[in-house]
């Protein structure tokens, strides 16, 4: 069978349990794939030939016993963020080259037992910090759709192994917009689940309480498949929230999109710098889910101006924090010949952290340090309030809220864009991190230089379900989510 990768996830389980294939046959395809097409598109940091060929015949031996999950044998790839028992986890970081975790985060032990195969890491942004995946010590990923374009980021290569046909689907994760960003950036529906609905546990931390988890896919459908698996509370994620997790999958048809109230915020559309062609497709997309039967409703986000200086803020500030514990000691990349314990600290860190990260660490000290706590961190921390007040005035008259991912679709590779060029294409997707609230990208078309493009669509807490169901049946009634890109076509 040469055509297995064209399968979706609901395919893939049903020629699974109907013995069409094997997870074995499967799990090979995508590592023959892999071998032989991604050293165009550089999406893996890390294969993981010999593990994956054992856990799938232990899927298959499931299988026939007849103990399955309904995702046994299934093949992912996950973000190189996640730590993994045995396989070196990097988070993209020359610090972390050598870091070989001693246990596997939760969303990696769920999927395990879940059944589901792990191919490998995929790259991304140094400690997730970045919208292209460039600042990886690896290097660049490429743009499936496009070689010499970004993938996006920080979950870029999750998105390019998927667009790409590289992996069914793959973890991503979403601090300001790194699972929506990618997923728009590449062609491919991803969710970011409310803050709290999947734990925390085991994922290098970047700013966390913004940090979160969730599905990298093809459709609405697929992502709902992964959400079942990785959902839920864990007693090791203090923030992670004890509320029944919902049946994603038996749910994609539960809403209606008759009558269903789309607020469409006056703010957004206006953003000096949104791209023709992306107004173009989101608008388009709206009218088609009006021809659905929903109501667009113009709303008003006062706070939208807030966003980008509110979040790099905050979000530095708790990097600063969390990435003080690497300092050469314990683990991690550690420098020559330190002179003494200052020296080691300074130069394995200098050594370690890449420019972005460095800034980072330097702005949220800054913001952290007595004298300019109150002005900075504290002042902050009220505007996020106030946004998502904002958000939460909206939700009185609208079911969801309409947003394209990001202004523009992706950029060359090398573009070199400035901190603050590269910051101000965020401006849609971190308020959604900063409230806590559900979101989820979806492809709705192309721009003229074939590139695609990406509606997001922002609910209110704990409604992945209601996000999941709309896209599903926006993708029932349009066919972007099944376009490929040529390198996808290619057989291996
Ligand atoms: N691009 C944003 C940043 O650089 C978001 C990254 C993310 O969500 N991890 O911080």
Redesign the pocket.
Known sequence: MTDLHRLSIRELAEGLSQAKFSSRELTEHYLKRIAKLDSQVKSYVTVTPEQALVEADTADAALKAGNATALTGIPLAHKDIFCTKGIKTTAGSKILDNFISPYDATVVEKTKAAGLVTLGKVNM?EF????TSESSYVGATSNPWALDHVPG??SGGSAAAVAADLAPFATG??????IR?PASFCGLTGLKPTYGRVSRFGIIA?ASSLDQAGPMARSAEDCAYLMNVIAGHDAKDSTSVKKEVDDYVTNLSNTSVKGLRIGIPKQYFNVVGLDADVKARVEESLKKLEEMGATLVEIDLNMTEAYVPT?YLI?PAEASSNLSRYDGVRYGHRCENPADLMDLYKRSRSEGFGPEVQRRILIGTYALSAGYYDAYYVKAQKVRRLIQQDFLKAFENVDVIAAPSAPTTAYKIGANLSPTE??LG?IY??AV?LAGLPAINAPVGFDKDSLPVGLQLIGNYWSESQLLSIVHQYQQNTDWHTKRAAIAEENA
């Open positions: 942004d997730a910090m970045g919208s980021g920080s994760t979403d601090t300001g917009g790194s960003q970047y979040y979000a590269m910051y965020d997707t971190l991190n």
